[in-house]
């Protein structure tokens, strides 16, 4: 049967990754992010290809008000939400804390913890209203371990781990499934936007070794939405093999 599922930051990286995922196997999809002109073409993409229903809300999940209204304003049939993948997240600059730039912390801890969050409690009730649904939060490596210059990002991605932990506790008695996938050096748009444009430094993140892809990431984020009724995955690091540790990665 097909299944809803709502994926934020769905114009770039893991998230239109994931939407294409769940769409190829027969679901579908709310896409959501902040540039229209994306969400309109993997609309169609999805549509066209798939024969997906595809609806598309373009808000920025750091204003609550924007989410509670996007989430309140579906008709019945879209409420009624399978999946809630919690994908939009950034990392900006990276700078030891005593020289970080402040709107930069905003933007990370805004749309990585906050964001997330307020997702989370617009979508929630409606799973606990059907007893039904499966929230999937995309933390990181950096949620496991911190490095030098990624104190802001790696504590807004250990609040993801926590934030997970606490959502599983507080919904398993309503039988919702909450998972944190949490993936290690991918090359998206992340590092652009990590470097603010600066191509060539993005570039040479991913030099000298093969890193995950976005497709990499969909294919366990779907893999863990297929899985028994009664058995849910909490928590799965996913690394590309050259990647031992968030600072460790063999280059040749
Ligand atoms: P991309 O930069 O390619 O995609 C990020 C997505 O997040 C975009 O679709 C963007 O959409 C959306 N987004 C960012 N800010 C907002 C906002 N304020 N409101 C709504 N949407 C927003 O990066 P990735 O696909 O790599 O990253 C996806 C997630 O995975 C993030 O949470 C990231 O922290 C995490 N991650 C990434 C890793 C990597 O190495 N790439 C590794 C581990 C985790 P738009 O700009 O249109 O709003
Ligand atoms: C993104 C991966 O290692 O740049 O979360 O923090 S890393």
Redesign the pocket.
Known sequence: MKKIILV????????RAIAIKFAENGNNLII????KD?LDQLKQKLELEFSSEVLTLC????NAVLVEHAINSLTPKWQSIDVLVN?????VGMHPVHEGVLDDWERMID??MK?LLYMTRFVAPLMVARKQGHIIN?????GKEVYPNGSVYCGS?FGVDAITKGTRIDLVQHHIKVTQIA????N???SI?RFKGDQPRADSVYKGFKPLS?EDVADVVYYVTTLPDHVNINDLVLMPTAQASAMYVHKE
């Open positions: 934020t930051g769905a114009t770039s990286g893991f998230g959501s992010g902040r540039r994306r808000f920025d999940v750091r994908n939009a997240g950034l990392a749309t990585n964001g995309i933390g990181s490596v950096a991605k993936p290690g050096a991918a998206t748009e992340f936007v976005a």
